[in-house]
């Protein structure tokens, strides 16, 4: 059964910086292509980021393209988001999110797994 485990999530300044990390475990972590998504309050969940089982290719939603950055570290089993210069209607709950496949899916209803989720809070 696979597990994710969002960290790193907290009080951010816009045009701060944060690292939210994400560990997988029940299995193979390079099985996986994972991704990021948020969902702020009274909204849908939406993409983020997501990056291949190699880490060879990734993508970032269009918000969010040249200030987030997604990457992965298979050693430890372990995926990041970068976030950099956050914009206020970046709060949400940042959830992780799985799936089985070489390189997963923008929609959120196509990835398999997800976290509990962690909290940003952007302040302006």
């Known amino acids: 059964q696979v597990q994710l485990v969002e960290s790193g999530g907290g009080l951010v300044q816009a045009g701060g910086s944060l690292r939210l990390s994400c560990a997988l475990s029940?299995?193979?972590?390079?099985?996986?292509?994972m991704g990021w998504f948020r969902q702020a309050p009274g909204k849908e969940r939406e993409f983020v980021a997501r990056?291949?089982?190699?880490?060879?290719?990734?993508w970032h939603a269009d918000s969010v393209k040249g200030r987030f950055n997604i990457s992965r570290e298979n050693a430890k089993n372990t995926v990041y988001l970068q976030i950099n210069r956050p914009n206020p209607d970046g709060t949400a709950v940042y959830y992780c999110a799985a799936d089985p496949s070489a390189f997963g899916s923008s929609q959120p209803g196509e990835m398999d797994y997800w976290g509990n989720g962690t909290l940003v809070t952007v302040s302006s």
């Open positions: 990056i291949s089982r190699s880490g060879g290719s990734t």
């Open positions: 029940g299995r193979t972590f390079s099985f996986y292509a």
